[in-house]
Structures are given as C-alpha cells and as structure tokens.
C-alpha cells in the first residue's frame, strides 16, 4: 500500500471535483505552496455519493467535508462521482476503480450491494462504506458505521422536557436500520423523562417494541417530509425529529407554519446548514454522527498503510456520535435539563447506563 507524503501547508482552496455520473471523475491534485502541478502525495482518495448528492445537508455532505479535510491536512488527490439515481451506482463505483483509487467510500446503506459486488471483483482494492456494513463481511470493505441511539436519547429526554403539548414525533425516510435506530433511541430519551418527572409524554410516529411507525418512502421529496410532519402536529406533537435525510426540510417548513413547534435535526448540525438558517429560531438541537471524521481517519490509517476490515463504530464515548449545542434556545431548556443530560451522557460513555436498539452495531 502507499505511504503518505504529509506537507506542513497546503496553500489556496481544494476545488471538489464532482464527476459527472458514467463519465470519466476528476481529480483534484493540490501541492504545498498554492497550485503546482507536481503531485503532493501517492494516494488517492475518492467517493461516490449516494442519489442526495454531495449538497444533501445530511450524510453525504458530511462524507464531503471528510475527505476533503484529507485533501487539505494531508495532501492527498481526490476523485469524486456523484450519483443522481441509484441505476448510477455501479457506473459510478467503476470510474473509480478506473481512477485508480487507494480507497473508494460509498456513502450510504443504498449503496451495500454494488459495494460488495465491487469488492468481490476487485479484491485488491479498498473500500470503505457509510452507515452500513456488507453481508457476509469482506476483507477489502471497513464498514463506518454510529450508534446514533446513545445520541438521540439525550434528544429525547430533552424533546419531552420542551414539550407544551405532552406528545412529541418522529418520522423516518424508510425503515433501514439506519434510520430506526435514530427513533429507538429517541423514543427510550422520552420514556426516560416520564420515569425521571412522572410525567407521561407521548411518542407520536414511532413503536419501539413493534418496531414500526411513520415513513415518508423517500429522503428526496420534502413535501412528504412536510405531510408527515402536519400529521403528527395534527396529533398533538410539538416537538419533531425528522429522520430522512434532505426530507428533514419538510418539517422545518410544516413547523414554521403551525407555530409553537420545534425540529431536531439529523446527521449534522441543522442549525449551521446555511440552507435552513431562516429556521434557527425553531431548532431546538441536533443529533450528530461524526460522519466526516470517521472518512478522514479512515483515510489517514488507510494511506499509512494501516487499512483493516474492522467496523469503525461512532459512539458517545469515542464522540462518534453526539447532540449538538441548543443555539438560540439555550435560554430556553431548564438548567436542571441541561444538567440531567450532561449525566446521562456521562453514564452512558461510563458503561452505566445502556441504550439498546435492535438496529445497533
């Protein structure tokens, strides 16, 4: 495997280099010192993107800002090859072997099949694949995959301390074990609060012992974000968490629009995405996975030559995963909340307290 030549300073912006899907990726090839050509290192880090696209404001943006981190702290190249459908899947993983990758991230749970079907063809080359692992498991795939139920627990606890209505909601994009593992956590922060306060809060959208609940079918259409949301606020709910990807936006808009209703968000942090900064205000936190640095340190360990096929886990004790700051409601969640959620935190990175989930890893 190649080793990575690190420079001290890589001067001038990395242009992202988005492929066009079935045609030949671009590289991106930057040195120290602002735009030579002399190439900066010999390994290649590339990605192809699930149908989101790489300005999804969800997991394949965050999979973005991974590897271009890499191209700017460790000067490595990138190619790129951003799906628009999933019938671009495989076309789009070919020009990257093509491109003579190092190391080819498939971001998403859509992309595990095309992913293993690559990998079995091409055992030398590494892969590595977001938010999901490949069955049976392959030597040449690393699976990146976060317990986001730890991190969406404390959401939940704080989502029923902030309910007015007694009844909060969640909605998925569809039923992978990606996303339900978001709403089985949730779903156990809410129960928390009720044994905690003696309160009887509901969770609208979602049963965790069924295992079924509220799903717009789709991580593309906001409108069916926005419906989903409208149904469950008709129920009562007047705290949302949207667990569907750019869908997310939908509740945004259906909370504007009902008043007195707040949105966590998914992924990334909602409240920082430029693109919803007229919902600050109604924002009420995030839960995080770390998808970002989990591609960078994958990339870093796999350009040393340390490349293995073990499950990267993001969890709240590795800060894999994580909720994000209150922002504008600071003032607005009670300290004791506040304080109650930097223990159950504790305990949960301290092994005392355990959030389960058939879908976690």
Not at 28 to 46: L, M, Q
Not at 348 to 361: A, H, R
């Amino acid at each position: 495997m190649k080793k990575i030549i690190r420079v001290a300073a890589l001067g001038g912006a990395v242009a992202l280099a988005l492929a066009a899907c079935g045609s030949a990726p671009e590289d991106t090839n930057e040195t120290a010192g602002g735009g030579d050509t002399a190439a900066a290192t010999d390994f290649k880090g590339c990605m192809v993107s699930d149908f989101g696209g790489f300005d999804d404001n969800s997991f394949n943006q965050s999979g973005i800002e991974g590897l271009e981190r890499a191209v700017d702290e460790l000067g490595i190249e990138q190619a790129t090859a951003e799906s628009t459908d999933a019938g671009q899947y495989k076309t789009n993983v070919d020009s990257m072997i093509q491109a003579s990758c190092d190391l080819i991230i498939t971001v998403g749970f859509n992309l595990a099949d095309t992913t293993a079907e690559a990998a079995d063809a091409n055992p030398d080359q590494h892969f590595a694949l977001i938010d999901s692992g490949v069955d049976p498991a392959r030597d040449n795939v690393k699976p990146l995959l976060f317990n986001t139920q730890e991190a969406a627990y404390l959401a939940g606890y704080v989502a029923a301390a902030m309910s007015k209505t007694g009844a909060v909601g969640t909605f998925g994009g569809e039923p992978y074990p990606s996303v339900t593992i978001f709403m089985d956590g949730f779903y156990d922060g809410v129960q928390k609060y009720n044994e905690d306060n003696g309160t009887a809060v509901k969770v609208l959208g979602w049963d965790k012992t069924a295992q079924n609940g509220t799903f717009t079918n789709t991580f593309e259409i906001t409108a069916k974000g926005e419906e989903a949301t409208n149904a469950l606020i008709a129920q009562g709910a007047d705290v949302i968490l949207p667990v569907a990807g750019p869908v997310g936006e939908g509740a945004l808009t259906a909370a504007r629009a009902a008043g007195g209703v707040l949105v966590i968000g998914v992924d990334s942090d909602f409240w920082e995405q430029p693109k919803y900064a007229q919902y600050k205000d109604i924002i009420l936190t995030s839960v995080l996975k770390q998808i970002g640095q989990s591609v960078f340190d994958t990339i870093s360990a796999t350009a040393e030559g340390e490349f293995d096929a073990e499950p990267y886990v993001g969890t709240l004790a590795n800060e894999g995963v994580g909720l994000a700051p209150f922002h504008d409601l600071e003032s607005s969640v009670p300290a004791d909340v506040v304080t109650k959620i930097d223990e159950l935190k504790q305990q949960i990175v301290d092994g005392d307290l355990t959030v389960e989930s058939p879908s976690q890893n």
